[in-house]
């Protein structure tokens, strides 16, 4: 309850519309609740970044945000999740579209096994984009946006899993934005590569925080505080604190966040 | 004393050792000795036999020396390319559903079905094809033998489709359906392609093992002293010359038979090696 309220100052301060809504989502693998009843907004064209510890549900919570979760079998939601206004757990509702507009990167980078422009060319493909111009104008802005062109611009035509662990995560990032989503929801989109890509991944997330609004998870609390404008701190199921990151970090409200931030636990 | 007895017991260990692994070698050897034999004694019989006439002519009546058997090496492409048309579809099609729908009842009932039928003599294939095809149809046919074929093809390439799919990572579908993907086009444009490698090594695989199938052609597909296209009328094939001649009194009939046999055994063989180079050359994962 403190949070959202605590947010809704922020919102007014900053000026910026909500893009993501959530209302009481309650979520259950078969009998065992998952999160139990979260409320927050997620504002336009900034990086949200939930935090806390291991199976408090960060996972869970950006996977109802796109509804991946519905891919797992013998789960249920309860509660309003509304995104870019729409109310997405209602009937009818169209799923690949949600998809497009909300993109996803997941924590180990999935590239499919095809060349790198097919990689990137298949997602508009599936939306209905057949010009070849067209395809490959998508393809050259998505790579420069996920500051990955120059490095691919020669091996276009080679496999996508040829390329190192950085560079195929930020060709993750690439595909995603080449369906031109509104929302992207990262999962530790970090956690496997080395220092280095690390960096150029969080560099990418600062250069995207303009154009999209961003949710990530992350374990690590230099890099929330590094690339996120708003953290979230998730414990066992609930949402304990939201706030913007340079507050929550140095002037927790709760105890428990407070705890996990300073590493007495999680 | 203590050290004595470590010795004794280290020299024991080499012998145990080495007992052990001669008696592997040995029965390795044991094991592919066949395989030489055969492969020795059907190139040393049959690969002087093979020329440019023995591939492009017809066999010769009684009597006359020479000749070759082209209707056979044509109607056994023939009678493989009907049942690879018949089974790839069928095969690809329900080793997908397993794979996708492990787990669920009717995949497990479809798995049980496909066990069976891999079970199944090929002579009984050849039998119920002849029942339910060549008799309705009124004579011997490449179409029927196709068939029997294709029967014998599906649950080799349904297994092997379905190994191939379960070991793609979870991921790749999660990576497409992401995207807004409907899950026939994930199936059809990311899952596929994904195990393309491995679902045509195992039909490869599977035309290898059907290219020598002699018993249910017998009485569907017969024979044909002629190079024949039609499918609806009979057709030779490699392995029914081969028994035909070989059972003959005819000495030229024995040496088309040899040179068959040798034909048939370099075709498997090169299916083989060309399968398991494209597995290993474009493997995925
Ligand atoms: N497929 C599933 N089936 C059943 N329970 C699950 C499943 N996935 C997650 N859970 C449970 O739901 C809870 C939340 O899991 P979740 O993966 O969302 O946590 P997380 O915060 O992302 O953890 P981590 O930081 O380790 O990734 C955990 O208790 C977990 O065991
Ligand atoms: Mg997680």
Redesign the interface.
């Given at each position: 309850m403190l949070a959202t309220m605590e947010y809704k100052e922020t919102e007014q301060a900053t000026a910026t519309s909500v893009k993501v809504h959530v209302e009481g989502l309650r979520f259950f693998y078969g009998a065992s609740e998952a999160l139990h009843g979260i409320t927050l907004d997620i504002p336009e064209k900034q990086v949200t970044a939930l935090i806390g510890p291991s199976g408090c549900g960060k996972s869970t919570f950006l996977r109802t945000l796109?509804r991946?979760n519905d891919?797992i079998e013998n789960t249920r939601v309860e509660g309003l999740v509304e995104v870019l206004g729409d109310n997405i757990y209602a009937p009818g509702y169209d799923?690949?579209?949600?998809?497009?507009r909300v993109?996803?990167v997941?924590q180990?980078s999935?590239?499919?096994?095809?060349t790198i422009f097919e990689n990137i060319a298949?997602?508009p493909r599936?939306?209905g984009v057949r010009d070849r111009a067209t395809l490959e104008e998508i393809v050259e802005k998505s790579l420069r946006n996920a500051a990955l062109w120059d490095e691919v611009k020669d091996r276009m035509n080679q496999s996508a899993?040829g390329l190192s662990g950085g560079q195929q995560q930020r060709l993750?990032i690439a595909?995603?934005l080449a369906?031109d989503p509104e929302v992207i929801l990262m999962d530790e989109p970090a956690s496997a590569l080395d220092p280095r890509s690390t960096a150029a991944v969080e560099d990418l997330i600062l250069e995207l925080r303009n154009q999209y609004t961003i949710v990530i998870v992350t374990h690590n609390m230099q890099q929330a505080s590094r690339v996120s404008d708003f953290t979230a701190f998730f414990y066992e199921g609930d949402l304990v604190e939201l706030g913007k990151t340079p507050n929550l970090f140095t002037c927790p409200r709760e105890k428990r966040t407070e705890d996990y931030i300073t590493g007495r636990f999680g | 004393m203590k050290l004595v007895n470590r010795k004794r017991r280290t020299a024991r260990r080499y012998f145990l050792d080495r007992l052990v692994r001669y008696s592997v070698y040995f029965l390795c050897g044991v094991a592919i000795l066949p395989l030489f034999f055969i492969f020795g004694f059907i190139f040393s019989k049959g690969i002087t036999i093979l020329d440019w006439e023995f591939l492009t002519s017809l066999p010769k009546s009684i009597g006359e020396s020479g000749g070759g058997v082209v209707n056979a090496i044509t109607g056994s492409l023939y009678l493989v390319g009907i049942a690879a048309s018949v089974a790839i579809p069928l095969g690809v099609a329900a080793g997908t559903y397993l794979s996708e729908y492990r787990g669920s009842k009717l995949a497990n009932i479809l798995g049980q079905a496909v066990d069976v039928l891999n079970g199944v003599p090929s002579i009984v294939i050849g039998l119920v094809v002849y029942e339910l095809v060549v008799l309705p149809m009124g004579g011997f046919s490449a179409i029927s033998g196709g068939i029997a074929l294709g029967m014998i093809m599906i649950p080799v390439i349904t297994r092997s489709t379905e190994e191939t799919l379960k070991m793609l990572p979870k991921s790749l579908k999660e990576a497409s359906l992401a995207l807004g993907a409907s899950y026939a086009t994930t199936v059809l444009r990311v899952v596929l392609p994904a195990g393309l490698t491995g679902i045509i090594t195992g039909i490869l695989v599977s035309l290898a093992r059907v290219a020598g199938e002699t018993a249910p052609l017998l009485f569907t597909a017969f024979g044909n002293p002629f190079v024949n296209l039609d499918p609806l009328k009979p057709v030779s094939s490699l392995p029914a010359l081969i028994f035909n001649y070989a059972v003959s009194p005819y000495e030229d009939w024995h040496r088309l038979a040899w040179g068959s046999a040798c034909v048939l055994l370099l075709g498997i063989l090169a299916l083989n090696l060309f399968s398991r180079w494209l597995s290993r050359r474009y493997r995925w994962y």
């Open positions: 796109n991946m891919l799923l690949a579209e949600l998809r497009r993109g996803m997941f180990r999935n590239p499919f096994p095809k298949y997602g599936i939306h899993l993750c595909r995603a369906v | -």
